[in-house]
């Protein structure tokens, strides 16, 4: 546990002071507010499932594939501070804040990344991260190592009706992961299945991202990934290229910052 402590602590400081989790366009707006950090075994049944075609297919690599000898993963999920998310409150075109934390945002995540397997072989162990491995594929929808899956086997959250990750810190941000062979003790899952976070998909209530959608993707069956993909490709990045983004079903949402109807 006090492991897991002083890897939290080492990514507090790394965001506090690191320029680069600011936005150079918008007069040095912090991109991300402290991260949550949580940890998973390597050998939890959870990453074998996920080469299910169900959930992400044969493609999928678990921790020991990519780490031989892994014992443990690091997750950690980097909510946009308030000013990004509220940035993009209105509706319509995203804002040049968001936008810009989409693209500056996932270049300080690598950053993050490559921090994080150096302090975790600091500690003496052996660690990586999947996404900045030569390995590592993307084939467009899905690929070989999934974040948000990751976080889910950590405790970290369960998915949304909008199919963004809903977390204590709520969905609007962005996740990050690495393999070590450390042992590290794992977090708890504080939930039943992987859409409880969701009062939509549980209970029936809140459905604030189907009206926030600007593309008609998300009805109360759920996301079409292909519709909000042409929204994206033919009508963002042409007019704001190269940046491209959208996070309506993110912002001023109840999932934002926090889990809906969490405290009742
Ligand atoms: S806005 Fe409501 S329905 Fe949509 S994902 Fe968030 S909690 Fe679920
Ligand atoms: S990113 Fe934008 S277009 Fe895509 S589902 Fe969310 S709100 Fe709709």
């Not at 169900?54 to 892994?70: F, K, S, T, V």
């Amino acid at each position: 546990m006090m492991t897991t402590k002083l890897i939290k602590d080492f990514l507090d400081e790394l965001f506090a002071i690191d320029e680069r989790n600011r936005l150079a366009a918008h007069n040095g707006m912090v991109i991300y507010q402290k991260p949550l950090v949580a940890i998973a075994a390597a050998d939890d049944p959870l990453f074998e499932s996920y080469r299910d075609p169900g959930i992400i297919g044969p493609d999928y690599i678990p921790p020991r594939e990519w780490l031989p000898g892994a014992s443990s993963v690091v997750s950690y999920f980097m909510p946009f501070s308030k000013p990004v998310r509220e940035s993009n409150h209105e509706p319509g075109f995203p804002s040049g804040e968001w936008l810009s934390s989409r693209i500056d945002g996932e270049v300080f995540n690598d950053v993050v990344r490559a921090a994080l397997a150096d302090f975790l072989k600091s500690l003496g162990g052996e660690a990586l991260a999947p996404v900045l491995d030569s390995r590592f594929k993307n084939f467009g929808v899905y690929s070989n190592w999934s974040e948000r899956h990751a976080a889910y086997a950590a405790g970290l959250g369960t998915f949304g009706l909008n199919k963004s990750f809903i977390t204590a810190a709520g969905c609007a941000g962005r996740f990050g992961s690495a393999i070590t062979s450390l042992e590290l003790t794992p977090s708890p899952r504080p939930y039943a299945d992987h859409t409880s976070n969701c009062p939509w998909l549980t209970i029936g209530a809140c459905g604030a991202c189907i009206e926030r959608c600007p593309s008609g993707a998300i009805t109360e069956a759920g996301k079409d990934k292909s519709i909000c993909r042409h929204y994206l490709d033919d009508v963002i990045k042409p007019r704001f290229n190269p940046l491209h983004g959208c996070g309506k079903c993110q912002t001023s949402v109840p999932c934002e910052d926090g889990i809906p109807l969490a405290d009742r």
